[in-house]
């Protein structure tokens, strides 16, 4: 029941977050939109966990454990980076071009 | 064969084991003789003694096995015996084993090896004493009878090719053994260039031999070549003829005959060994190895001996207008190797291989002799402060009084390589030009190759009368003060000049003909002994030696020839007069074109040594090299790799955004082509 609907809003929620990561430049925001993209797919795990068993879900706690590892890590990093350059702003920092 | 009660026992427990070790005794002693005097002769070159006692030590002691084991092993092998030691290249239907055959011919030819070998290490104990290089000297000698030994052993084509290699490599660091003289290091370059395009005959022998036969074992080469090949075809010719290419190369053959001389530059005894005793010949035992191949092809047969005649003549006219004592015995040598390529091409492999035999003696005497006068003569000099030439026979003269023993010794080599009875050279001589004259029956070529080979024989006598009565006869020409200073060799050094001396004397009886009454010895001795080997070839293609008056003739002939050449050579030189070498005047006319070798060097250089550089230096340094090699395909790569890189780097352009953009594109293509 109501899988299409949960489904759909996943994908919107997914495709938004694809377009911030691609569109934003301010890391916290990118970051953000990761996040995004990860419930998004949550969402559809967890959707459809009614049909194809509770595997689904067990992997959504998966999900959000490796998110919360990565927020710590990224926000750690991010931190790191504007203590450096005193901005967040991804076009400033561009110090592994080739 | 005779031999001890002793030995017999011996012999009847000559087992594969017991042979096995014999062998490893025979190669290994001088192999052990080399690491240790070359140990010496990077850490105690002046540990002299240990040296001598080393060097010539293993070589009497493997001289010794070989004449202790040999018999033994024979007995009851007529075919010979195969002793495989490793598997060297088991390549699908190559297999090559590091074998050693040991069979009647292989057996000669060890025993002069070893033989000779040991005189020439007890000669060079006198000769090098004061050379600072006396270890290295000893090291390379005794690395050189191991390769040769290898060489002779061989029991395939690979293996004897890695003697046949290795002896070159010898020769050339013995040729240029005083290499911080320039001439020196080229004479020995120059060896080692001109055996390489020998070799490479050699190799494609191989090749065509493994494409035809399927094999490169001599002994399976042997039974199978004749229900293989037809005989006279195109196969066995191109197989033999190249094949004397290599030993053209290796045995100093017209054309590529110019490396010997120059390999005089060498230590005196080197010459003897290597450049006449042992090395050179080894193209006449690869011709008396595969003698079946020859017997079976005419047409390069008949090539073998015209080429052997050929040099036999040239070479010994080259001889008659020489000053440089060893340039005389070098190219003497020459013309003896052709005289032996005369008896193996006619299809005399016993009359070949007995003239290897005594020339080994003769010449080596020769050699040492001439040795030992230089060392008088360099003393003398060296004593004087002089700088003459101390090799110039014009500076020689009368020594006969200062060094008895040597020249009583040369006198003897002298009439056994010009070939006057009973002395060695006077039989195998005789049995080649018989054997030529016999096939000439058969086909009229060989009455021209035997007129050649009687000619070259007048020759030799002529020079080398001319040799001995400049060097030991007349009047002194070394000079007052330096007169003083000349005086015989030491024992070490008369010794072996002894031994060969009896050895040349009566080396004749190795193989006496049939006209000498029996009761002087066993006649044909030679000949019977190597039957096992020669009777393939002789099947094939028989050789029936004259008998009754024209035998008569025939030597009567050849005692006529060699007294009169020696009789001339005593008379001209005798009635030139004779002064040093520093006053005299430069050859002139057809003299002078003897004395400078018919400018085959200058030819040489001219047609293709030249070309060959400016070719190399023209084409290809200065175009190919540097054109397309350096700039084109090395820079060239750099430059596109560096570009391509360039190309690669403007991806990275460190804007995350620009990152996710690609994979995100990525991603999707992905999910198109799997979702699809």
């Not at chain 2, 598997?87 to 292989?106: A, E, I, K, R, T």
């Not at chain 2, 005089?264 to 090395?279: E, K």
């Not at chain 2, 004259?437 to 020079?463: K, N, Q």
Request: glycine share 10%.
């Amino acid at each position: 029941m109501l899988i299409g609907p949960a489904l759909a809003l996943s994908a919107i929620l997914f495709s938004l977050g694809v377009a911030g990561v691609l569109l934003r430049r301010n890391a916290i925001v990118l970051f953000m939109c990761i996040e995004l993209m990860l419930n998004a797919v949550n969402l559809t795990f967890v959707a459809l966990s009614q049909q194809h068993g509770l595997s689904g879900q067990v992997i959504v706690f998966f999900v959000m454990t490796v998110a919360a590892a990565e927020a710590a890590v990224g926000l750690a990093i991010i931190l790191a980076i504007f203590r450096h350059s005193r901005s967040v702003d991804l076009q400033n920092i561009n110090l592994l071009k080739g | 064969m005779t031999h001890s009660p002793a030995l017999h026992a011996l012999a009847a427990a000559a087992d594969l084991p017991t042979a096995r070790l014999y062998l490893i005794a025979l190669v290994g002693l001088p192999l052990l003789g080399f690491l240790l005097n070359g140990a010496l002769a990077i850490w105690r070159p002046a540990a002299k003694n240990a040296v001598s006692v080393i060097g010539s030590g293993v070589l009497i002691v493997a001289f010794s096995v070989a004449l202790l084991g040999l018999p033994s092993m024979l007995e009851g092998a007529e075919e010979g015996l195969v002793v495989s030691l490793w598997s060297w290249m088991p390549v699908g239907p190559l297999q090559v084993n590091v074998s050693f055959l040991v069979d009647h011919l292989s057996a000669v030819m060890v025993c002069i090896v070893t033989g000779v070998g040991s005189l020439i290490h007890l000669f060079s104990i006198g000769y090098m004493k004061s050379d600072p290089g006396y270890a290295r000297y000893f090291a390379y000698l005794n690395l050189f009878i191991v390769f040769m030994l290898v060489l002779v052993l061989g029991s395939s084509m690979p293996v004897m090719f890695i003697g046949w290699e290795g002896v070159g490599l010898c020769s050339y660091l013995l040729i240029g053994f005083w290499f911080s003289e320039k001439a020196n290091a080229d004479a020995g370059k120059k060896a080692f260039l001109v055996n390489r395009i020998g070799d490479f005959g050699f190799l494609l022998a191989m090749f065509i031999t493994w494409q035809a036969l399927g094999t490169l074992d001599f002994t399976e080469l042997l039974s199978k070549a004749p229900t293989t090949l037809t005989v006279g075809g195109s196969v066995v010719t191109a197989i033999t003829l190249f094949l004397f290419l290599g030993c053209a190369g290796k045995s100093a053959q017209i054309p590529l005959y110019v490396w010997l001389p120059d390999a005089m530059a060498g230590p005196t005894p080197v010459s003897a060994l290597i450049h006449a005793a042992t090395m050179v010949t080894a193209g006449v035992y690869l011709v008396a190895r595969t003698n079946v191949l020859f017997a079976m092809a005419p047409f390069s047969s008949s090539v073998v001996a015209g080429i052997g005649a050929l040099t036999a003549l040239f070479a010994a006219t080259i001889g008659l207008r020489q000053y440089d004592i060893k340039k005389v015995l070098a190219y003497s040598t020459v013309s003896q190797l052709g005289y032996m390529f005369l008896g193996v091409g006619t299809g005399a492999i016993t009359a070949g291989v007995f003239h290897l035999a005594t020339h080994a003696f003769f010449k080596a005497l020769l050699f040492l002799g001439s040795g030992s006068v230089i060392h008088a003569m360099h003393h003398a000099y060296h004593a004087t402060h002089s700088h003459e030439d101390a090799q110039d026979m014009r500076n020689m003269g009368g020594l006969r009084r200062y060094m008895p023993v040597t020249a009583i010794l040369m006198g003897i080599a002298t009439l056994a390589i010009a070939g006057v009875p009973p002395f060695s050279g006077f039989f195998s001589k005789d049995e080649i030009l018989s054997a030529a004259f016999a096939r000439g029956a058969e086909s009229p070529a060989y009455y021209v190759y035997w007129g050649m080979g009687l000619v070259a024989a007048a020759l030799t006598a002529f020079y080398m009368a001319r040799l001995m009565a400049m060097t030991f006869f007349g009047v002194n020409r070394t000079g007052a003060t330096e007169r003083e200073h000349l005086h015989e060799a030491p024992w070490i050094m008369t010794g072996p000049l002894l031994i060969l001396g009896v050895l040349s004397l009566f080396g004749g009886w190795l193989n006496l003909p049939s006209f000498i009454p029996a009761s002087f010895g066993p006649r044909g001795f030679l000949e019977h002994w190597l039957e096992p080997v020669t009777k393939a070839g002789a099947g094939v293609h028989p050789l029936v030696m004259p008998e009754g008056q024209t035998e008569t003739m025939l030597v009567g002939l050849a005692v006529v020839i060699a007294l009169g050449g020696l009789f001339a050579g005593w008379r001209a030189t005798r009635s030139t007069a004779l002064v040093p070498a520093h006053n005299a005047i430069p050859d002139r006319g057809f003299m002078g074109v003897l004395y400078h070798k018919y400018y085959v060097d200058e030819l040489y250089d001219a047609m293709i040594v030249q070309p060959l550089l400016w070719f190399s230096t023209t084409v290809l340094w200065k175009n190919v090299d540097q054109k397309v090699v350096d700039t084109g395909a090395v820079n060239g790569s750099a430059r596109l790799s560096r570009g391509l890189g360039w190309l690669g780097s403007r991806l990275e352009s460190g804007q995350v955004g620009l990152y996710v953009m690609l994979f995100v594109v990525g991603a999707l293509y992905v999910l198109g082509v799997v979702v699809r």
